[in-house]
Nanobody, 115 residues
Framework: QVQLVESGGGLVQAGGSLRLSCAAS????????MGWYRQSPENQRELVAV???????VYADSVKGRFTFSRDNAKNTMYLQMNSLKPEDTGVYSC?????????WGKGTLVTVSS
């Protein structure tokens, strides 16, 4: 059974940084897409950053220039470096992996940005 486990969330002041990790129990070398999503109590789940089949990274307009999505194939881990955090970045961040015709989700990690 494929598992994705996020870590790195927490409470941070506005302007601070966090680095989220998502460790996969399978190889992430070959994939259809992988990405980070977030959900807050006020909003539906929204895309934060995604790498698709074209292997280019797409970011939500709200995080461009502040967040960086990266991956380490050797560690089967994807990362989300979040800088200049804002209170509106608060939410549960989940990673997603689409591979071999199936989609997998982690349980999420909570990020809280205080003003």
């Amino acid at each position: 059974q494929v598992q994705l486990v996020e870590s790195g969330g927490g409470l941070v002041q506005a302007g601070g940084s966090l680095r989220l990790s998502c460790a996969a129990s399978v190889s992430i070398f070959n994939f259809y897409s992988m990405g980070w999503y977030r959900q807050s109590p006020e909003n539906q789940r929204e895309l934060v950053a995604v790498i698709g089949s074209g292997r280019s990274t797409v970011y939500a307009d709200s995080v461009k220039g502040r967040f960086t999505f990266s991956r380490d194939n050797a560690k089967n881990t994807m990362y989300l470096q979040m800088n200049s955090l804002k209170p509106e970045d608060t939410g549960v961040y989940s990673c997603n992996l689409q591979k071999d015709g199936r989609a997998y989700w982690g349980k999420g990690t909570l990020v809280t940005v205080s003003s």
